[in-house]
């Protein structure tokens, strides 16, 4: 399967502040690219979904404001949690989806703890 | 409203067994289904796709069954050992673009 990383792999920040996930491919071209966050104890929930080159679409009730994409070429795709509050402490993984071939690949995960 | 539901509670076997687990999903027509393997810390790792037009796809020790009408799929371990222990997630392709969403997951534990 395709190499994924994700950098930084956990961060600590302080409440107010942005920060800001990578999510980058090694070997293999994303057309697609979707952001999800995970809560202790619960399921992966779809925040966004991004193609290179153009917006995001986000999920009902995830604020485009906040959680900036960017989805700047086909092997990166970043997250910016702008303005971030302790309700937003969670587990941010990228997965990354080839052109057509149903292959997708999960990034190994953010976790962002917000003081 | 549209759910997919796995065993919220853990499932414990032991060693050498075989461990079944379930999704069922409601108001879904997936045209394709996938299991994950999800270790505490780590992002899922993918195990294995069933398309709708399948009834049965097995990979080593895993097999895993797709049934349209019951909307359920079954994924089976056998010959479990402890490394299997973690939280298996299955996942439907839901709307255009490829979109998967969760289930819940089910921890496993697989004791000696």
Known sequence: ?115 | SQKIEQNSEALNIQEGKTATLTCNYTNYSPAYLQWYRQDPGRGPVFLLLIRENEKEKRKERLKVTFDTTLKQSLFHITASQPADSATYLCALFTGGGNKLTFGTGTQLKVEL
């Open chain 1, 1 to 115: 399967g395709a190499v994924v990383s994700q950098h930084p792999s956990w961060v600590i920040c302080k409440s107010g502040t942005s920060v800001k996930i990578e999510c980058r491919s090694l070997d293999f071209q994303a057309t697609t690219m979707f952001w999800y966050r995970q809560f202790p104890k619960q399921s992966l929930m779809l925040m966004a979904t991004s193609n290179e080159g153009s917006k995001a679409t986000y999920e009902q009730g995830v604020e485009k404001d906040k959680f900036l994409i960017n989805h700047a070429s086909l092997t990166l795709s970043t997250l910016t949690v702008t303005s971030a509050h302790p309700e937003d402490s969670s587990f941010y993984i990228c997965l990354l989806d080839g052109t057509g071939n149903n292959e997708q690949f999960f990034g190994p995960g953010t976790r962002l703890t917000v003081l």
